[in-house]
């Protein structure tokens, strides 16, 4: 059984980019979570896709965007870059929306 | 909204010493609580959780307790090892359909030899 992996480990952009990160649940799960993580701190909420279709949504403003794919894999997008976007960015899997499994993340810098 | 709060945000014990992390919620609603270890560099892992029919949990060296009432619920390390030196987070559902986790800010456990 393949955990959750995620691409790319690690990324620099430079402000008011834009940039896209990928996330591949565990085998089985067809729910995904998006979680942004700075650096000290909990993971916190952006959204979650449940079956396709968004079933959730944190305190995150509409350039945060996402999607999830037939297959369950899922992105997610931000656009105009800002410096406090900089964190670990972590996907999770779950199967029962109870018990969520983590990637690895990816590291984000913004510059 | 959910609202955690976590306590202490550092510990540090000898080997062999037990450890007690306490975490509050606010949701009265929130029926699942699970506990992570997060080591540097490193995904948060999994490492127990309640739901809010039950009142204790253990697996080996490690046990949860939860406080409906009180609204609060623990995390329990006995016997620690160097090896569990890392940030631990607790977590709480939301109750409604949204089943995201809210989180705590983290304690960073040192288990010194």
């Known amino acids: 059984e393949t955990g959750v992996t995620q691409s790319p480990t690690h990324l620099i952009k430079t402000r008011g980019q834009q940039v896209t990160l990928r996330c591949s649940s565990q085998?089985?799960?067809?729910?995904v979570s998006w979680y942004q993580q700075a650096l000290g701190q909990g993971p916190q909420f952006i959204f979650q896709y449940y079956r396709e279709e968004e079933n959730g949504r944190g305190n995150f403003p509409p350039r945060f965007s996402g999607l999830q794919f037939p297959n369950y894999s899922s992105e997610l997008n931000v656009n105009a870059l800002e410096l406090d976007d900089s964190a670990l960015y972590l996907c999770a899997s779950s199967v029962d929306r109870f018990s969520w499994f983590f990637g690895p993340g990816t590291r984000l810098t913004v510059l | 909204g959910e609202n955690v709060e976590q306590h202490p945000s550092t510990l540090s014990v000898q080997e062999g010493d037990s450890a007690v992390i306490k975490c509050t919620y606010s949701d009265s609603a929130s029926n699942y609580f699970p506990w992570y270890k997060q080591e540097l560099g490193k995904r948060p892992q999994l490492i127990i959780d309640?739901?809010?029919?039950?009142g204790e949990k253990k697996d080996q060296r490690i046990a949860v307790t939860l406080n409906k009432t009180a609204k609060h619920f623990s995390l329990h390390i006995t016997e620690t090892q160097p090896e569990d030196s890392a940030v631990y987070f607790c977590a709480a559902n939301s109750g409604g359909s949204n089943y995201k986790l809210t989180f705590g800010k983290g304690t960073l456990l040192t288990v010194n030899p």
């Open positions: 309640i739901r809010s029919n039950v």
């Open positions: 085998s089985g799960h067809n729910t």
